[in-house]
Nanobody, 116 residues
Framework: QVQPVESGGGLVQPGGSLRLSCAASFNLFNRNTMAWFRQAPGKQRELVADITYSSWQTYADSVKGRFTISRDNAKNTVYLQMNSLKPEDTAAYYC??????????WGQGTQVTVSS
C-alpha cells in the first residue's frame, strides 16, 4: 500500500481552526472506513474520528462537537475540519484505514500546534 499523504497542519491560537487533508491510494481508500489519528509527544497514537465509505462518522469524546471528518470518494481524499482548537489538541495527525488489517504504512503526518 502506498503511504497516505497528510497536509494542512500548522500553528494556531487556542480557539482557532484548521482543515487537514489526506490523499490516499485507491486501494487504501476504496470501500474502507478511513480514520484520523493523532499522537502527542510521549503518548500513544489515538483515534480521533473515522468515516465509513457511505460517510457515517464517529468521533472521540475529546473532539466531539469541534471536529468534523469528511471524505471525497472521487478524489480518494479524507478531511478533518478542526474548530475551537485547544492546546491539548497539539499532536502529529495521521490518516489511515480504521481497520488495522487494511492499513498502509503510516505517512509522515502533519503537525498541529495550538498555542498562544
Amino acid at each position: 500500500q502506498v503511504q497516505p499523504v497528510e497536509s494542512g497542519g500548522g500553528l494556531v491560537q487556542p480557539g482557532g481552526s484548521l482543515r487537514l487533508s489526506c490523499a490516499a491510494s485507491f486501494n487504501l481508500f476504496n470501500r474502507n472506513t478511513m480514520a484520523w489519528f493523532r499522537q502527542a509527544p510521549g503518548k500513544q497514537r489515538e483515534l480521533v474520528a473515522d468515516i465509513t465509505y457511505s460517510s457515517w462518522q464517529t468521533y472521540a469524546d475529546s473532539v466531539k462537537g469541534r471536529f468534523t471528518i469528511s471524505r471525497d470518494n472521487a478524489k480518494n481524499t479524507v478531511y478533518l475540519q478542526m474548530n475551537s482548537l485547544k492546546p491539548e489538541d497539539t499532536a502529529a495527525y495521521y490518516c489511515n484505514a480504521a481497520d488495522s488489517r487494511r492499513r498502509a504504512m503510516w505517512g509522515q503526518g502533519t503537525q498541529v500546534t495550538v498555542s498562544s
